[in-house]
């Protein structure tokens, strides 16, 4: 089976301050990792994805994330952040070992929340 | 513009009343599937098609059908909806199957059952 976690369900960060939005995973095989950010009304927009080669992936907007396969973390990252980044941020994971399915699970959700 | 396109945006309806939901995309993608969003539990697959008249169900399969007679449509069907179907729906398309690709996700159904 796999899973995610994200165990905040918001982030309050200053403008301008770097920001980190968490993610864990649980998976049998080896994972696919994706970020999406949804804005209000809006459907959800892909951020970034892992799926194999560097640790360190570099997405949309100046996002990036880290894969650590030893912590079982894809935590998304952003140097400096802007109020324009106030959104609800979804982690998914899919288990490669799962054959054809392409079934993502997704995490509960962030609420990401940049202020003046 | 590659999209994918749901309609409609905001439905309110009575319960029993039969109601479709339709979702096409113009990406010529393999794969296309149906979640619903609710509050504190994320995103759950409701049905999933990874093809031309293969479909199967996902994790909240109760209460839905979909069908996939062409490759760009994927309709979702209530037969008689209920009050606990009340939720925020996404349909989303990928290229492929294998789970390599990332998704793209149509702008959302927001249904309330009464």
């Known amino acids: 089976a796999q899973s995610v976690a994200q165990p905040e369900d918001q982030v309050n960060v200053a403008e301008g301050n770097p920001l980190t939005v968490k993610c864990t995973y649980s998976?049998?095989?080896?994972?696919?990792l994706f970020w999406y950010v949804q804005y209000p009304n809006r459907g959800l927009q892909f951020l970034l994805k892992?799926?194999?080669?560097?640790?360190l992936v570099k997405g949309s907007y100046g996002f990036e994330a880290e894969f650590n396969k030893s912590q079982t973390s894809f935590h998304l990252k952003k140097p400096s952040a802007l109020v324009s980044d106030s959104a609800l941020y979804f982690c998914?994971?899919?288990?490669?070992?799962?054959?054809?399915?392409?079934?993502?699970?997704f995490g509960t959700g962030t609420q990401l929340k940049v202020e003046l | 513009e590659a999209q994918v396109t749901q309609n409609p945006r905001y439905l309110i309806t009575v319960t029993g009343k039969k109601l479709t939901v339709t979702c096409s995309q113009n990406?010529?993608?393999?794969?296309m599937s149906w979640y619903r969003q609710d509050p504190g539990l994320g995103l759950r697959q409701i049905y999933y098609?990874?093809?031309?008249?293969?479909?199967d169900k996902g994790d909240v399969p109760e209460g839905y059908k979909v069908s996939r007679k062409e490759k760009r449509n994927f309709p979702l069907i209530l037969e008689s909806p209920s009050p606990n179907q009340t939720s925020l729906y996404f349909c989303?398309?990928?290229?492929?199957?294998?789970?390599?690709?990332?998704?793209?996700f149509g702008q959302g159904t927001r249904l309330t059952v009464v």
């Open positions: 990406m010529n993608h393999e794969y």
């Open positions: 998976v049998s095989g080896n994972p696919y």
């Open positions: 989303a398309s990928s290229l492929n199957r294998w789970g390599n690709t990332e998704a793209f």
């Open positions: 098609s990874m093809n031309v008249e293969v479909t």
């Open positions: 892992y799926i194999t080669g560097d640790n």
């Open positions: 998914a994971v899919r288990d490669s070992f799962t054959g054809g399915g392409n079934k993502l699970t």
